[in-house]
């Protein structure tokens, strides 16, 4: 499949989500008030690489698609016998915060502006490990084929994908995992602000397209990798943190 066939047929628009983004400061606070399981995929992450660089005795290259401030990775990576790292992201103001971020990272550090969606198959090299987290799903179904499929492309003999994502149940629609999301954060999210949750929930609502982890078990096996191993599912059955290797 061509970038340009999957773009004919898609009409989404990543300004929404950047608009978002570019609002640092309240996905910052959920974040921090660990919302959205940061700290169990942390550790669940950390225990899959250290694992993986054990066998694969080497440093590893790193590709961060939709890295925004980098927080999340450079507490994965710091300390970690890294070669190089590379985050993408569509937020200017996210990236910013990514360059200061990235300073504890004792490796070269390239951040780039822009789409992953349209630059995945620009991107030059092959990586150990690319990370996509909790941004796979603003993409379509069938971009989320595409994006598979060039994925596949960039990865190094030996390495991984590791996605952590918002995952429907088996079974379940788009609809339901919104009502449920919705009245959990209603409930749950008690150190933010109504006009706060109603924000995330705006965002949430209309610019998140979760998939089963069947369905993207058939995308990646279709692509040329192994069925994800699942590192960590919340107990709400949200999110989950999976790992494809090839095939
Ligand atoms: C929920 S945040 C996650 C940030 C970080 N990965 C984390 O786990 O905390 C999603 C990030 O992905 C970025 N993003 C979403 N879609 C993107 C796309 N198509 N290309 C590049 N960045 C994207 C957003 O700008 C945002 O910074």
């Known amino acids: 499949m061509e970038l340009?066939?999957?773009?004919?047929?898609?009409?989404?628009?990543?300004?929404?989500?950047?608009?978002?983004?570019?609002?640092?400061?309240?996905?910052?606070?959920?974040?921090?008030?660990?919302?959205?399981?940061?700290?169990?995929?942390?550790?669940?992450?950390?225990?899959?690489?250290?694992?993986?660089?054990?066998?694969?005795?080497?440093?590893?290259?790193?590709?961060?698609?939709?890295?925004?401030?980098?927080?999340?990775?450079?507490?994965?990576?710091?300390?970690?016998?890294?070669?190089?790292?590379?985050?993408?992201d569509l937020s200017p103001v996210a990236l910013d915060l990514a360059r200061e971020n990235t300073a504890e990272i004792a490796a070269p550090v390239a951040l780039m502006p822009g789409d992953f969606m349209l630059e995945i198959g620009k991107l030059p090299a092959a990586y150990d490990i690319v990370y996509i987290g909790l941004s796979l799903h603003h993409l379509?179904?069938?971009?989320?084929?595409?994006?598979?499929?060039?994925?596949?492309?960039?990865?190094?003999?030996?390495?991984?994908?590791?996605?952590?994502?918002?995952?429907?149940?088996?079974?379940?629609?788009?609809?339901?995992?919104?009502?449920?999301?919705?009245?959990?954060?209603?409930?749950?999210?008690?150190?933010?602000?109504?006009?706060?949750?109603?924000?995330?929930v705006q965002h949430v609502t209309s610019s998140d397209f979760p998939e089963e982890v069947a369905t993207l078990n058939r995308m990646a096996v279709g692509s040329g990798f192994r069925p994800a191993e699942i590192l960590f599912m919340d107990h709400t059955d949200f999110y989950a943190l999976m790992a494809f290797q090839l095939a």
């Open 4 to 88: 340009q066939d999957v773009m004919k047929r898609s009409d989404r628009d990543a300004a929404d989500v950047r608009e978002f983004f570019n609002g640092w400061s309240l996905y910052r606070r959920i974040v921090d008030h660990d919302y959205l399981y940061h700290r169990s995929a942390r550790e669940a992450l950390t225990a899959w690489l250290d694992a993986w660089v054990k066998d694969a005795n080497r440093s590893f290259s790193f590709l961060d698609l939709g890295c925004g401030d980098a927080a999340f990775s450079t507490g994965v990576l710091k300390g970690r016998n890294v070669a190089a790292y590379t985050g993408m």
């Open 140 to 200: 379509s179904r069938q971009e989320k084929e595409y994006f598979f499929s060039e994925l596949r492309r960039k990865i190094a003999p030996g390495g991984a994908v590791l996605i952590f994502d918002p995952v429907l149940t088996p079974g379940e629609s788009r609809e339901s995992y919104m009502g449920r999301w919705v009245d959990y954060a209603e409930w749950s999210w008690k150190a933010l602000s109504v006009e706060e949750i109603a924000g995330a």
